[in-house]
């Protein structure tokens, strides 16, 4: 039986021929497979994912396009205003339910409601964009979760009148008249919208115009309450039904203008694009009080200790010192010996009394 040899060599080469001739089928199995799956797309690549905006991408870096769509939205305010003080929309003596600002489920309903949940949701973007801020140690972005859920909350209220429904289930419960139940739920809303409106107020400080939009939000709503509890003297009847539903849709554009300008300050920061401000220094030595005024603070005072009342220890670890020194210079002593006996080439190795022999002769040398 004749037994064919191969050499190691052939047999490599036959089996990197084996595995390019794989290799390469499954390659162009690939090919045909993503030309396939190319043919039979509907949409374009611009279709994808990576070449869709983010949500950041739709904030305005212009100021003036924000100013140009409040000014539209306040039109439209005020278009709603003139049609229901407009005698002759009247039919039978009624208005239409759409332009009734009295009306539940009317056009300014919907627009405050809507504007509400979009300052909700601009507030989830600015929380998207401020969580991710290096120096915020004691996570002073979840505020900005608190405003969402407030703005819904608001939207929800005005489109499903949530707080009558709340003041008849206190006045049932508590056993008093809806009046009483008005003002525990206006007493529940400003407690937590105020309490959440104030920590916002805090952390927007540094964009000067959403804080200042945001007073003017804030103001705007307190009118409409005093309006609506009927505070205001002055204004009855028809009046009063305008400038409570007037200062509602007003307040909520412009909570929803304080937002936008936020989240576009919050957007630049975090690009890069603003300038870094410098710290102020205080010229004052003085530190301020608690009543105002001006306390001098001294610089701190050394410890002196008295030469009369001296520690026992002192004595001690100066003894210690001392000893330390002797053992470090007799050490050094027979380091310096040990030297000088390898120098002169000293063939025995000396002994006790000649190593304190050389000892003694090299203080003396040093004294002398």
Not at 109 to 132: I, K, P
Request: glycine residues 6%; charged residues 25%.
């Amino acid at each position: 039986m004749v037994q064919f040899f191969r050499s190691g060599q052939t047999d490599d080469r036959r089996r990197r021929v084996l595995t390019e001739e794989v290799v390469g089928t499954v390659t162009a199995s690939a090919k045909m497979s993503a030309a396939r799956r190319a043919e039979t797309r509907a949409y374009a690549k611009a279709a994808l994912r990576e070449q869709q905006p983010a949500v950041v991408d739709l904030v305005p870096q212009k100021v003036v396009k924000v100013l140009l769509a409040f000014v539209l939205a306040v039109s439209v305010v005020a278009g709603l205003e003139v049609l229901y003080a407009a005698e002759s929309l009247k039919f039978g003596g009624q208005r239409l339910p759409a332009l009734d600002l009295a009306a539940e489920g009317s056009l300014g309903n919907w627009l405050t409601s809507l504007a509400l949940f979009a300052a909700g949701v601009v507030a989830l973007v600015v929380y998207s964009l401020r969580r991710h801020r290096l120096d915020d140690y004691h996570g002073r972005y979840r505020v900005w979760l608190w405003a969402a859920a407030c703005w819904f909350l608001l939207a929800i209220d005005e489109g499903a009148s949530l707080h009558e429904s709340l003041q008849a289930a206190c006045a049932q419960f508590t056993a008093q008249t809806l009046a009483d139940g008005e003002i525990l739920w206006i007493g529940i809303y400003g407690l937590l919208i105020g309490g959440v409106g104030l920590r916002l107020l805090f952390e927007m400080r540094d964009c000067r115009l959403s804080t200042a939009v945001l007073v003017a939000a804030a103001a705007a709503f307190a009118v409409a309450l005093a309006a609506h509890l009927a505070r205001l003297p002055a204004v009855e009847g028809e009046h009063r039904v305008m400038v409570e539903e007037g200062c509602e849709m007003a307040g909520s554009l412009l909570l929803l203008l304080s937002m936008c300008l936020h989240v576009r300050y919050v957007n630049m920061d975090a690009q890069g694009l603003l300038a870094a401000r410098p710290r102020k220094e205080s010229t004052s030595k003085g530190r301020r009080s608690l009543w105002g005024r001006k306390a001098a603070v001294d610089p701190p005072h050394a410890s002196v200790r008295p030469s009369a009342k001296r520690s026992d220890l002192s004595s001690v670890e100066s003894d210690d010192e001392e000893d330390d020194e002797d053992e470090s210079s007799a050490e050094d002593d027979e380091q310096d010996a040990e030297e000088s006996a390898r120098n002169a080439h000293d063939i025995h190795r000396l002994s006790k009394a000649e190593r304190k022999a050389l000892r003694r002769q090299q203080r003396r040398a040093r004294l002398g």
